[in-house]
């Protein structure tokens, strides 16, 4: 290499040197803020995961990441002084330290072998300001696992034993337990119906009331001093009486007690299925018996022929045609889930566009301006138009959940009766706001 060139690199390596002394020098006052910092943080007496926002916190923060950049700068210039001595073919001289002994490079000699010791030399090096800063720790909140037990005394045992048996085939199986989930909830479809319609009170077991089953005509015009039409009114007596609707189950007062979660499960769908009952009568009970009388078995609802439609959707608007004819206004209809399946397929034709939307997205349940109600006990082909409020809900004894001892012989054999009930009755109001759609007919 030509003599100027030489001299240029001596140059470039005096500044480059004399840079990192300068660094060097600042990298100590850093130090030395850094460790001031961190015991502020620490005399504050604050939980560094709760005081991210305090200003000891953010003050220790700045004063490490001051040093880190300072560390950087160091890195960089002294990479350059290697690189310059490289193109001048000398190679870093060994730097001797006094506790090391005579002619032993320090850790600071990219020559030197490498040896594990040297991460923990400084005690304010990379290692140990990593280590400080709990990079290593398994106590951090972000990410961190942290092994519970693997096996039982007994599991392990059976483990080592068949580990031990020249015969035995060695798996993990018995050593590990199985992820026992317990009682999950299942996910309950939503009353729809019973949301729709209008909830009252009674304090008899009897409900007795004048059913309406036209509205009235006659109304005309008249001359003066002339003799007034009369109007006709259609009623009907109707009674609804108060039907009890219950159910129980019986279970172990232990296993109340060991599983927390059990209670609220029950809880949940004792009361759910009797209301999901609740539902069905009044959609569809018979009246026989201790059943409620439905709105499908009240006499006086409209049955519409459908077989001359093209589809679902326009049987709905043929019963709902029929309630406007009689004066109502009809806001929902009752579908057989499959009635509802065929609704939401129709397309423009065939392989065309769906009518009801893409299948991807959010769909309001609705048909005609009508709230769409899924139920089992509408029967398919036959859908339910009508008006919600010309039917109510009363109730005389809300969904009740009772838990017993004293039942048989559950005291004697530490066993509970859970016991959940209703007491409701029916009345349809207007059975002409009603129609069912036969669309087999």
Known sequence: MPTGSNEQLRDRLKAVRAAI????????????ARDAAKQAFIDSGKDPYQSMDSEEFKDAKKAVGDLGSVDDTIAALEQQEAGILALMGEGLEPKLDAGNGPGIPTVED???PWNASRLLEKQDGPYMRAREGGIFSSTQKFGAVELGQVATRE??????AAVGSPTATLTTSAAIPPDNRGILAPVLRPLSFLDLI????????MIEYVQVTAVPTGAVEVAELALKASMQL???DATAPVRTIAGWIKIARQALDDMAGLATIINTLLPYEVRRRIEAQVLAGDGTGQNLKGILNTAGIASVGGSGYDN???????????????????????????????LLTMKANTGGTYLYGDPGGMHAPTVWGLNITRNTVISQNKPLVGDSNAVTLLVREGVNTKVSDSDQDDFVRNRVTVLCEARVAVPVWYPAFFAQVDMTA
């Open 155 to 160: 599991q392990f045992s059976q483990f080592l």
């Open 198 to 205: 209008p909830k009252g009170t009674t304090d008899s077991n």
């Open 312 to 342: 679902i959707a326009d049987a709905i608007l043929a019963g709902g045609t029929a309630i406007v004819v009689d004066t109502g206004d009809p806001n929902f209809v009752a579908l057989n889930p499959f009635d509802w399946q065929a």
């Open 234 to 236: 259609s009623t009907a």
């Open 110 to 112: 990219p020559r030197a």
């Open 21 to 32: 002394g300068d660094e060097r020098g600042k990298r100590a006052d850093l130090v030395q």
